[in-house]
């Protein structure tokens, strides 16, 4: 996926408090790295999301997404299935972490009122997202110049492969 500062998708609502088990549970630890988007949110309460989610949708969560264990796999299996930024309220670090890591956008902001399919537009830079359906406007926590430089490079390997001029 190439770097949009830019984000327009449909939004799938999961509420607070989801965990790294309901984003990719323990029993799909097994599979093959290129099956992992085949998981994405099968513990959740939309078991078939892998399914069902559209290259650049948006998921929108309440507090504490992520929690859990530090599975890497459950951001991985989200970025692979199609999902094009995430927004919580708030995240559990590690989780935040490791999407940052791999160049899947996450953003703070309170986001809970949105129901599922509604259409929003986000700026990553300026951390503004629109309601497409009205215009409305609402300000998320502004991303620190390090995470949009990661983000922009595709995530952290290739940020550093950048700095070290192509070397290895």
Do not use: H
Not at 49 to 61: H, L, M, N, R, T
Not at 100 to 124: A, H, K, S, Y
């Amino acid at each position: 996926m190439s770097w949009k500062s830019k984000l327009r998708g449909r939004v799938w609502n999961l509420g607070g408090n989801v965990d790294t088990d309901q984003i990719f549970p323990g029993y799909a630890m097994a599979a093959p790295a290129d099956k992992f988007k085949e998981y994405a949110l099968a513990g959740s309460e939309i078991p078939d999301f892998a399914k069902k989610v559209q290259a650049g949708d948006i998921i929108v969560a309440g507090e504490n997404f992520g929690c859990g264990s530090s599975r890497e796999q459950a951001t991985v299996a989200l970025k692979e299935a199609g999902v094009g930024l995430v927004i919580a309220k708030s995240f559990a670090r590690i989780f935040r972490r490791n999407a940052i890591n791999i160049g899947l956008p996450v953003l703070v902001c309170n986001m809970e009122q949105l129901g599922n399919g509604q259409e929003i537009e986000v700026d990553l830079v300026s951390a503004e997202v629109t309601f497409c359906a009205s215009g409305e406007k609402i300000s998320g926590t502004i991303l620190a110049s390090n995470v949009l430089e990661t983000l922009e490079a595709g995530g952290l390997i290739a940020k550093v492969r950048k700095q070290l001029g192509g070397r290895t």
